[in-house]
Nanobody
């Protein structure tokens, strides 16, 4: 089994910063893409940022220039540095990773439990 555990959410004023972390543990042989999604109340879950094993990144237009995704492959951890936060960034943020199981060799898409980010105006 694989677990993804997020941390770092909270309440911040507009213009502030937060750093989210997501650490993978369990039967992990390797991890391909690691992603951050978010879901605001009444809205669909959306991809915020993605990073490949090699470090290539991709961002939603709404966060470009404000958010930075990075990863530490040795620690099976992905980060999301969020600067210049806006009230519209308020959502539950989810970590997602494509993990190759060390038991079966198969790839599975795994999700964290989510962490709340609230930006006050």
């Amino acid at each position: 089994q694989v677990q993804l555990v997020e941390s770092g959410g909270g309440l911040v004023q507009a213009g502030g910063s937060l750093r989210l972390s997501c650490a993978g543990s369990g039967s992990i042989f390797s991890i391909n893409a690691m992603n951050w999604y978010r879901q605001a109340p009444g809205k669909q879950r959306e991809l915020v940022a993605a990073v490949t094993h090699g470090g290539s990144t991709n961002y939603a237009d709404s966060v470009k220039g404000r958010f930075t995704i990075s990863r530490d492959n040795a620690k099976n951890t992905v980060y999301l540095q969020m600067n210049s936060l806006k009230p519209e960034d308020t959502a539950v943020y989810y970590c997602n990773a494509e993990v190759q199981s060390s038991q079966s060799g198969s790839y599975f898409s795994n999700w964290g439990q989510g962490t709340q980010v609230t930006v006050s105006s």
